[in-house]
């Protein structure tokens, strides 16, 4: 067979020469180390948790190292396309810190390795086809998905390894005429790729996470260009990321399976492969089963980037959980470098988990309240802000209108060694302090049982009559012990707890009953302090309403 002249026979359109798109796409310049990343998404409209870890780690890599993290769409799947996925992804990445050096923009692209839409690479796919075809290397393959589907039943029924591979490879060996005959007849075909592997040599692949895997090698001959024109994944992954000198594959472990077949592709092409690192699928603990699985689209709203920007997640705090599972000792790290910015850490794929990473919200929660700790009462304005505005606009004219008081609330216990650790997310947020506006103002909690509905009366008049704004912390708390001794309560907790008979209940109970008036809830920042926030009016109303619900 002259596979040259089949190679022209099927490809006349295709002039250009593989040497013309590797001078196109020179070595990147860059210093010695520096890693290239990509991130390689479809266009599918759903972003998930598992895109940001995937992504962070491109990012953390390329970054840590000076090197450049690209986006590239891998649109060859045109059923899956989803109008507006794009500019979608780009935007719910960078909300989490993910901006790309080059490569796909909500508006069009940057970079000198485009195109970065694979849909508008056939013509560099289509180069390379013609060249393994002309080398003996691919073939045209005529058979229908009809046919295909019938080998695989046979090979099924007689329980024997299914594919198009030896004999069941049936167009392998067609001759040019059979071929010239064929397309003149209108037939459809795909270009396959002559594998000369055999299953029961193993090929040793090393992973940057999981270390040295042992897999046979690849007998399939796997289909490099669909009839559509345009490629196959195997066969797009291998070309673009040669081509645009990606160093460092970061990708699902999904993929693992078909790395033996990636690796001929690199081979047939003669080309240097890059480093593999196949990360984890995302596990949580089932919430029924208690077991671990992966997390799922359907059950799992966490699983959607979404959720986190719509309960109003620091977009700092989900980074530095994701960093938590994804190096093993990033945790420590942190507690040892508590101010030191997270992107000094050493980042390593050696450091990743190779078994399913497991996912915990409340460890994220955990997280969060650190992050938060340390942030100022007007960077949690302005963020709160931010996200009413586009979440809950009623909120944020209350925000607006209430910003000195918000400033002073959000810094009750704030700064200092010991800062409060109660703030998660912006709804978590308003909603921690959504009782000193009246309108969102709801009982939480029943009064403490220890004081009777007359007693709770007598603390109410007594405290009104003695309050005053003027009073520091503790004359404020001394007023409160003599009302609590006046009406037969304990001033000090231990002594009712050693004598509750002789006590109706402690100073704890009576401060809880103005405390519960206030805010509704038996747990609350310091009581002193809510009081200064508020004035005596909203006080004086609050004890008024809860006496009337007694
Ligand atoms: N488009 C592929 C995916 O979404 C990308 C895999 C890769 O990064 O190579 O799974």
Redesign the pocket.
Known sequence: MDYKKLAELLFPEITKTPEDWEAAYPARNLPEGAKVTRL???PTGFIHLGNLYGALTDERLAHKSGGVCFLRI?DTDDKREVEGAVPMLISALSYFGINFDEGACADGEKGEYGPYWQSARSEIYKTFVKKLISEGKAYPCFMTEEEVAQIRADQEANKVNPGIYGEYAKHRDLTLEEVQQRIADGQDYVIRFRSNGDPNTYVNLKDEIRGEISMPENNQDVVILKKIGLPT?HFA?VVDDHLMRTTH????EA?IGSWPIHVQLFEALGWEMPAFCHNTVLMKIDDETGSKRKLSKRKDPELGLGYYKELGYFPEAVREYLLTILNSDYEEWRIANPDTPADEFDFSCAKMSSSGTLFDLNKLNDVSKDVLAKKSAEEIYDFELDWAEEFAPEKAELLKANKEKLLKIFDIDRGGAKPRKDLISASQIFEFVSYFFDDYFKVETEMPAECSKEDIKEIFKRYKESYSEADDNSAWFDKIKVITEALGYAVKPKDFKKNPDQYKGHVGHVSNCIRIALTGRGNSPDLWTIQQIMGKEQIFARLDAAESRL
């Open positions: 390689g998404p479809s891998e994944y992954h594959v970061v990708r699902g993929w």
